[in-house]
Protein backbone atom coordinates (compact mmCIF):
# COMPACT_ATOMS: atom_id res chain seq x y z
CA UNK A 1 0.00 0.00 0.00
CA UNK A 2 1.01 3.65 -0.66
CA UNK A 3 0.19 6.01 1.72
CA UNK A 4 -0.86 9.95 0.82
CA UNK A 5 -1.40 10.94 4.49
CA UNK A 6 -1.89 9.74 7.73
CA UNK A 7 -5.69 9.00 6.66
CA UNK A 8 -5.69 7.77 3.60
CA UNK A 9 -4.66 4.43 2.18
CA UNK A 10 -4.57 4.10 -1.51
CA UNK A 11 -4.46 0.12 -2.75
CA UNK A 12 -2.53 -1.52 -4.84
CA UNK A 13 -5.63 -2.22 -7.27
CA UNK A 14 -6.46 1.91 -7.14
CA UNK A 15 -6.22 4.40 -9.82
CA UNK A 16 -4.07 7.51 -8.97
CA UNK A 17 -5.09 10.47 -10.91
CA UNK A 18 -2.50 14.20 -9.86
CA UNK A 19 -3.98 16.93 -11.52
CA UNK A 20 -6.57 15.55 -14.08
CA UNK A 21 -3.26 12.99 -15.15
CA UNK A 22 -4.04 9.45 -14.67
CA UNK A 23 -0.56 8.05 -13.17
CA UNK A 24 -1.69 4.57 -12.42
CA UNK A 25 -4.65 2.97 -13.84
CA UNK A 26 -6.86 0.73 -11.84
CA UNK A 27 -6.25 -3.37 -11.47
CA UNK A 28 -9.20 -5.26 -12.80
CA UNK A 29 -8.72 -8.63 -10.89
CA UNK A 30 -9.38 -11.60 -12.97
CA UNK A 31 -9.86 -15.17 -11.85
CA UNK A 32 -9.59 -18.14 -14.05
CA UNK A 33 -10.05 -22.10 -13.59
CA UNK A 34 -8.30 -23.43 -16.21
CA UNK A 35 -7.42 -27.50 -17.12
CA UNK A 36 -4.56 -28.06 -17.28
CA UNK A 37 -3.20 -31.00 -19.40
CA UNK A 38 -0.98 -33.84 -19.15
CA UNK A 39 2.13 -33.02 -20.37
CA UNK A 40 2.42 -28.97 -19.32
CA UNK A 41 4.68 -27.49 -16.79
CA UNK A 42 3.09 -25.10 -14.07
CA UNK A 43 5.86 -22.53 -14.28
CA UNK A 44 6.20 -18.87 -15.13
CA UNK A 45 9.61 -19.31 -16.43
CA UNK A 46 8.62 -19.05 -20.37
CA UNK A 47 12.09 -20.39 -21.54
CA UNK A 48 11.05 -23.74 -19.56
CA UNK A 49 9.43 -25.95 -22.85
CA UNK A 50 5.83 -27.27 -22.36
CA UNK A 51 5.04 -24.56 -19.91
CA UNK A 52 1.37 -23.96 -19.83
CA UNK A 53 1.73 -20.14 -21.08
CA UNK A 54 2.77 -21.85 -24.44
CA UNK A 55 -1.25 -22.67 -24.16
CA UNK A 56 -2.71 -20.63 -22.30
CA UNK A 57 -4.66 -17.93 -24.28
CA UNK A 58 -3.57 -14.32 -24.94
CA UNK A 59 -5.27 -12.33 -22.28
CA UNK A 60 -4.03 -14.96 -20.07
CA UNK A 61 -0.47 -14.44 -20.13
CA UNK A 62 -0.13 -11.73 -17.06
CA UNK A 63 -1.59 -14.06 -14.61
CA UNK A 64 -0.23 -16.55 -12.02
CA UNK A 65 -1.37 -19.93 -10.69
CA UNK A 66 -2.72 -20.56 -7.46
CA UNK A 67 -0.91 -23.78 -6.38
CA UNK A 68 0.93 -26.35 -9.05
CA UNK A 69 0.55 -29.34 -10.53
CA UNK A 70 3.26 -31.57 -11.86
CA UNK A 71 3.69 -31.87 -15.45
CA UNK A 72 2.47 -35.83 -15.37
CA UNK A 73 -0.71 -34.42 -13.12
CA UNK A 74 -3.81 -32.85 -14.76
CA UNK A 75 -6.60 -30.80 -13.88
CA UNK A 76 -7.92 -27.35 -12.05
CA UNK A 77 -6.04 -24.58 -11.60
CA UNK A 78 -6.55 -21.13 -10.77
CA UNK A 79 -5.06 -18.63 -12.39
CA UNK A 80 -5.20 -15.27 -11.01
CA UNK A 81 -3.51 -11.26 -10.43
CA UNK A 82 -4.81 -11.12 -7.22
CA UNK A 83 -1.59 -11.73 -5.37
CA UNK A 84 -3.39 -11.08 -1.69
CA UNK A 85 -5.53 -14.04 -2.12
CA UNK A 86 -2.24 -16.78 -2.47
CA UNK A 87 -1.94 -16.89 1.23
CA UNK A 88 -5.69 -17.81 1.76
CA UNK A 89 -5.81 -19.96 -0.81
CA UNK A 90 -2.12 -21.85 -0.97
CA UNK A 91 0.60 -20.81 1.51
CA UNK A 92 1.24 -23.15 4.70
CA UNK A 93 -1.11 -21.88 6.56
CA UNK A 94 -4.00 -21.72 4.36
CA UNK A 95 -6.11 -24.88 4.68
CA UNK A 96 -7.99 -24.91 1.22
CA UNK A 97 -8.95 -28.89 0.23
CA UNK A 98 -7.87 -30.29 -3.15
CA UNK A 99 -9.78 -33.14 -4.24
CA UNK A 100 -8.25 -35.41 -6.89
CA UNK A 101 -8.86 -38.99 -8.21
CA UNK A 102 -6.11 -41.21 -8.70
CA UNK A 103 -5.87 -44.50 -10.39
CA UNK A 104 -2.65 -46.25 -9.33
CA UNK A 105 -0.66 -49.25 -11.19
CA UNK A 106 -1.31 -51.56 -8.50
CA UNK A 107 -4.53 -52.61 -5.93
CA UNK A 108 -4.56 -50.05 -3.49
CA UNK A 109 -3.81 -51.74 -0.22
CA UNK A 110 -5.14 -50.87 3.66
CA UNK A 111 -1.83 -49.69 4.49
CA UNK A 112 -1.92 -47.23 1.12
CA UNK A 113 -5.29 -45.83 2.67
CA UNK A 114 -3.85 -45.48 6.58
CA UNK A 115 -1.38 -43.53 4.94
CA UNK A 116 -3.46 -41.26 3.73
CA UNK A 117 -6.15 -40.98 6.79
CA UNK A 118 -3.83 -40.57 9.47
CA UNK A 119 -0.33 -38.39 10.00
CA UNK A 120 2.27 -40.04 7.35
CA UNK A 121 5.81 -38.95 7.38
CA UNK A 122 7.40 -37.59 4.24
CA UNK A 123 10.98 -36.77 4.67
CA UNK A 124 11.14 -34.66 8.09
CA UNK A 125 7.02 -33.88 8.08
CA UNK A 126 4.23 -35.22 9.15
CA UNK A 127 1.16 -35.00 6.54
CA UNK A 128 -2.16 -33.72 7.90
CA UNK A 129 -4.80 -36.69 7.67
CA UNK A 130 -6.97 -36.50 4.79
CA UNK A 131 -10.32 -37.90 3.24
CA UNK A 132 -9.91 -40.97 1.15
CA UNK A 133 -12.41 -42.85 -0.25
CA UNK A 134 -12.10 -46.02 -2.58
CA UNK A 135 -14.06 -46.23 -5.78
CA UNK A 136 -12.54 -49.32 -7.09
CA UNK A 137 -9.20 -51.56 -7.26
CA UNK A 138 -6.96 -49.17 -8.46
CA UNK A 139 -8.52 -45.98 -8.12
CA UNK A 140 -9.39 -43.47 -5.28
CA UNK A 141 -10.46 -40.37 -4.07
CA UNK A 142 -8.59 -38.11 -1.40
CA UNK A 143 -9.25 -35.11 -0.62
CA UNK A 144 -5.69 -32.79 1.12
CA UNK A 145 -5.72 -29.67 3.66
CA UNK A 146 -2.05 -29.22 2.65
CA UNK A 147 0.17 -29.19 -0.43
CA UNK A 148 3.27 -31.04 0.23
CA UNK A 149 5.29 -31.49 -2.98
CA UNK A 150 4.13 -34.76 -4.87
CA UNK A 151 2.57 -35.82 -1.94
CA UNK A 152 0.08 -38.28 -3.67
CA UNK A 153 2.76 -39.87 -5.57
CA UNK A 154 4.98 -40.04 -2.72
CA UNK A 155 2.45 -41.69 -0.65
CA UNK A 156 1.65 -44.06 -2.94
CA UNK A 157 5.84 -45.03 -3.35
CA UNK A 158 6.15 -45.28 0.22
CA UNK A 159 3.67 -47.70 -0.13
CA UNK A 160 4.97 -50.19 -2.78
CA UNK A 161 1.93 -48.19 -5.39
CA UNK A 162 2.41 -45.95 -8.16
CA UNK A 163 0.72 -43.32 -9.93
CA UNK A 164 -1.02 -44.25 -13.34
CA UNK A 165 -3.29 -40.72 -13.54
CA UNK A 166 -3.42 -38.15 -11.29
CA UNK A 167 -6.51 -35.59 -11.63
CA UNK A 168 -7.19 -33.17 -9.35
CA UNK A 169 -10.93 -32.12 -9.89
CA UNK A 170 -11.53 -29.52 -6.88
CA UNK A 171 -9.47 -26.54 -5.87
CA UNK A 172 -11.51 -25.30 -2.27
CA UNK A 173 -14.92 -24.52 -3.97
CA UNK A 174 -13.60 -24.51 -7.63
CA UNK A 175 -14.87 -27.57 -9.32
CA UNK A 176 -13.54 -28.68 -12.78
CA UNK A 177 -16.93 -29.71 -13.86
CA UNK A 178 -17.37 -29.84 -17.44
CA UNK A 179 -14.18 -28.37 -18.39
CA UNK A 180 -12.65 -30.14 -20.98
CA UNK A 181 -8.55 -30.39 -20.94
CA UNK A 182 -6.91 -27.05 -22.10
CA UNK A 183 -9.84 -24.92 -21.65
CA UNK A 184 -10.53 -22.05 -19.21
CA UNK A 185 -13.23 -20.14 -17.92
CA UNK A 186 -13.67 -16.81 -15.84
CA UNK A 187 -14.99 -17.31 -12.22
CA UNK A 188 -16.77 -14.33 -10.15
CA UNK A 189 -14.82 -12.48 -7.94
CA UNK A 190 -17.23 -13.10 -5.27
CA UNK A 191 -16.02 -16.60 -4.58
CA UNK A 192 -12.75 -15.45 -3.36
CA UNK A 193 -14.31 -13.13 -0.82
Known amino acids: SIFYDSKTEIENKDEIIWKNEIIRKKTDYLYVAFHKPFGFECTNNRK ?91 QFKVTLKEGINRQIRRICAKNDNQVAKLLRIKFG ?16 KNLFN
Open 173 to 188: NIALEELKSGECKILN
Open 48 to 138: IKDNIYEILPKEYQNLFTLGRLDKNSEGILILTNDGKIYNKMVALESNTSKEYIVDTHFEISKSLELAFTNPFLLGNRLTLPSQFQKISKF
